[in-house]
């Protein structure tokens, strides 16, 4: 059996999506290892080569690659044993990989750290010596912080007296050790030493990175990976020249030392990326943990406890009170409050009746409600969420394009400036001073290769992104795609919708008129004639008389005149419910309310009149109503030097009227949904345009704006045609959403800047073989550094809070740690 067929034949590693062209096919596969933007590259080159393969995408924040091939030429298990020959683990995509296992993959990865940074700190203590000539605050300064992270990662897994106790016993062992240097009492052992030490490091401790560059050089790729070896071996291997050739002066130790402290600050910035990218990952896939692992699901007329993978849709769900909703559906039979707030962001319980839509992962309430299942797996609300925050095509904006370009060619630009500086300076020494200097040359060549370490350009943009997607998610935004933190910042005209966006996009008595009785016995009347009756105007005016606490009689003889209203009897007496022109048809006179009716319709409600025994009752007034945080949000983006516009399908009446109640001025009304977006494709003519909708008519328009953002309430067609999407349903989030896509953009415009200033400077300085090697390496490990704190610049707490968190459990039932 072939490997290929092997890794099928277990459970495809992989998911098959729907390809343009009929002959060719696309998998979807999880990419475990991924460190900066040289590793996407290196996927799509080591897959790229192979016949058969037409289209590689790999997304460094979501860990995922899009593949599209020819199934005739290669199989899909083929394409992944590449990724894992190379040194990357490959896992299903449609499988969330749980936070215990998370959790063991940063542990192993900090107790990888903690290894190299003893070994660090050994090598500078042997390396400080009169010999090395360090300023001896050089040495304190990396003491005081390799002490500092030994104590963080120590302290979550063993506890305050263990963590100090274990930093404190290293930092004596080390302290010694420089002492006995510089006493000149280890002169002779201290080359052996961290030669041991870089050995140890470079085959055991990191043998994972050699085996990858190693996989790459056989495939032709010349990755981060890759030159980083090269440091190391260069480093090693000056240091072998001073071991076995003795030259005088020769600086043996330091050699050494850089090969340790590059492999070193490489372990520590894959395990930090790995940090960041799990915990804003989580951030979001905890809304999974909300999706109980069972269900009572009737079977009979009896309750049977099924776990969730065994719900189809149709089948009908009890959800006792208390109990988390496990499915998607619709309330067929009960009555009760659900707390949404989990999902929705909705900070108070939301009243569910019948025909209302529950969604899994809310908490039902008192009552007890009978659900028939409208969506379960992949399809329900959750796994979709889960889906587009692991969209493999997502967080890829044009600046991000621009990096990996760069550095597809910055790796044999470094390799091949190092080679140039080595060889240049042994030539040009020998034919301008008569003799080969060979320690500036090695100098010249290995710092060359130590500064143009690449990691800190290519998490440069990454990272900003995936702090911003981190912070969205935390606030109920999901950021879907690369324009959501490149296009959102620069949209100058934002288009509302009106149903479901500004309002709430559901019916609610507004005005209640009663002339021929109190509007007691007017809703009694109207919500037992309703009852029975689906219709969303039916079940606002049902709910009305339930939040007023009034109990409906029974009704019989029930005739639905189709569009128009009702007919029933109550106690034996003919009752009548319906629109006005309903009422004039039965003989029913509404001159005294004809003009309320006239001013209510002109504002947008819609009547409903009832009578009784012929004789009118009065009226009642349906409407949407604004969301509470419409006018604030509208309000706000004005101040901002944003333009609004309102566009909706509605009537120009209504439209008009929800205009004045938010304050926008430009209003287009009546629109179809087709010409939605060519309405926006009108208004992009005058600038970059947002569109905020929520409905199957608006996805048009969200596809054709710049940036589309789209209401979490709202449908999936929806949601799939937008780049941002609000969760938490609450309007004044796309204020937010707008200010982490301007905030997250400058902080990628920041990092790019930084890593070019460090490598495009450091690298030139470097060939001049002035820069002692260990300097280099200690300008490397700023610039990453740097690049890191400016991306968690104004929470630092964020970099402690997420290396004391590795390890630490979740709470049960939450997704959250205490």
């Not at 009852?531 to 339930?546: D, G, K, M, R």
Request: aromatic share 6%; glycine share 10%; charged share 20%.
């Amino acid at each position: 059996m072939n490997t290929s067929t092997a890794i099928e034949s277990a459970s495809p590693l992989w998911s098959e999506e729907p390809s343009i062209r009929p002959d060719r096919k696309r998998i979807r596969a999880r990419i475990g290892g991924l460190h900066c933007s040289l590793c996407t590259g290196t996927i799509e080159k080591a897959l790229g080569k192979r016949q058969g393969v037409d289209k590689v995408a790999v997304s460094l924040t979501h860990e995922q690659a899009l593949v599209e091939y020819d199934p005739a030429k290669v199989h899909p298990g083929d394409l992944l044993q590449i990724l894992r020959d190379i040194g990357y683990t490959v896992s299903d995509p449609r499988k969330v990989r749980p936070y215990e296992e998370e959790e063991r993959a940063l542990v192993r990865e900090g107790k990888r750290f903690l290894t190299a940074i003893a070994f660090s700190l050994m090598a500078i203590a042997l390396n400080a010596g009169p010999s090395g000539g360090w300023p001896i605050v050089l040495p304190a300064i990396v003491f005081a912080s390799m002490a500092t992270l030994i104590y963080l990662i120590l302290r979550r897994s063993y506890g305050h007296r263990v963590a100090t106790g274990g930093a404190a016993g290293l930092c004596i062992v080390t302290a010694a050790m420089l002492l006995l240097q510089q006493q000149g009492l280890l002169t002779r052992a201290t080359p052996f030493i961290v030669a041991g030490l870089a050995v140890t490091l470079v085959f055991g401790v990191g043998n994972h990175i050699l085996g990858m560059a190693v996989q790459s050089v056989r495939r032709g790729i010349l990755n981060q990976h890759v030159l980083l070896e090269a440091g190391a071996f260069a480093g090693l291997g000056g240091g072998l020249i001073g071991l076995i050739f003795h030259p005088p002066g020769f600086p043996t130790t330091p050699f050494f030392a850089v090969a340790v402290m590059v492999v070193t600050y490489h372990i520590f910035s894959e395990w930090l990326s790995l940090i960041v990218k799990t915990r804003s990952s989580q951030a979001v896939k905890h809304l999974l943990d909300l999706q109980p692992e069972t269900a009572w699901v009737m079977r009979e007329n009896k309750a049977v406890e099924l776990p969730v993978e065994a719900v189809a849709v149709g089948d009908r769900v009890r959800i006792r009170p208390g109990e988390r909703v496990p499915v998607d559906g619709q309330v067929i039979s009960g009555h009760s409050a659900v707390d949404q707030a989990l999902v929705t962001g909705e900070p108070m319980p939301v009243e569910k009746t019948k025909g209302d839509t529950v969604v899994g992962g809310s908490i039902n309430g008192t009552g007890t409600l009978l659900v028939k299942v409208a969506a379960v797996g992949k399809e329900s609300f959750l796994q979709q969420v889960i889906r587009q925050v692991e969209d493999a095509r997502a967080l890829k904006p044009g600046l991000l394009h621009l990096v990996d370009r760069i550095l597809r060619i910055y790796t044999p630009t470094v390799l091949s400036l190092a080679i140039l500086a080595f060889a240049g300076w042994l030539g040009g020494s020998y034919f301008f001073g008569g003799q080969v200097d060979l320690q500036r040359a090695a100098f010249a060549g290995l710092s060359v290769l130590v500064m143009g370490y690449p990691c800190a350009l290519g998490i440069s943009a990454p990272l900003s992104i995936v702090r911003g997607a981190g912070e969205a998610a935390t606030k109920g935004i999901l950021m879907r795609t690369g324009e959501a933190f490149q296009g959102y910042r620069l949209a100058t005209r934002i288009v509302f919708d009106k149903t479901g966006t500004l309002t709430e996009g559901r019916p609610l008595v507004r005005e209640i008129e009663a002339i021929g009785a109190n509007e007691e016995e007017l809703l009694a009347v109207a919500g037992a004639v309703e009852a029975s009756s689906e219709h969303p105007l039916a079940q606002a005016i049902v709910n009305t008389a339930f939040e007023r606490g009034i109990d409906l009689p029974e009704v019989d003889d029930f005739k639905a005149v189709p569009g128009e209203g009702v007919e029933a009897r109550i106690a034996g007496t003919g009752v009548l419910v319906g629109n006005p022109a309903f009422m004039e048809k039965q003989g029913i006179g509404l001159k005294d309310l004809a003009g309320r009716i006239e001013e209510l319709e002109e504002t947008g409600r819609t009547v409903i009149a009832v009578a009784k025994e012929n004789r009118a009752l009065g009226i009642i007034a349906l409407g949407d109503r604004l969301r509470p945080d419409a006018v604030k949000t509208v309000a706000e983006m004005r101040r901002a030097g944003l333009k609004t516009v309102l566009l909706t399908g509605d009537n120009e009446r209504a439209a008009r009227r929800i205009a004045r109640e938010v304050g926008i001025g430009e209003v287009y009304a009546g629109v179809k949904p087709g010409d939605k977006a060519d309405m926006i494709r009108r208004l992009q003519k005058s600038g970059r345009v947002a569109m905020i909708g929520d409905g199957i008519n608006d996805a048009p328009a969200l596809m054709q704006a710049d940036i589309g953002v789209a209401m979490g309430s709202g449908t999936d067609i929806a949601i799939e045609s937008a780049d941002i999407v609000i969760l938490g349903n609450r309007l004044e989030l796309t204020l937010a959403a707008r200010k982490i896509s301007r905030y997250s953009y400058r902080k990628m415009l920041q990092n790019i800047v930084l890593a070019f200033m460090f490598n495009g400077i450091g690298v030139p300085l470097a060939a001049t073989g002035l820069i002692y090697p260990v300097w280099a390496m200690a300008a490397m490990a700023v610039s990453v550094t740097t690049i890191f704190f400016n991306s968690l610049w104004g929470k630092p707490s964020l970099f402690f809070d997420a290396i004391l968190s590795v390890g630490q459990p979740i709470q049960a039932g939450s997704g959250k740690r205490p």
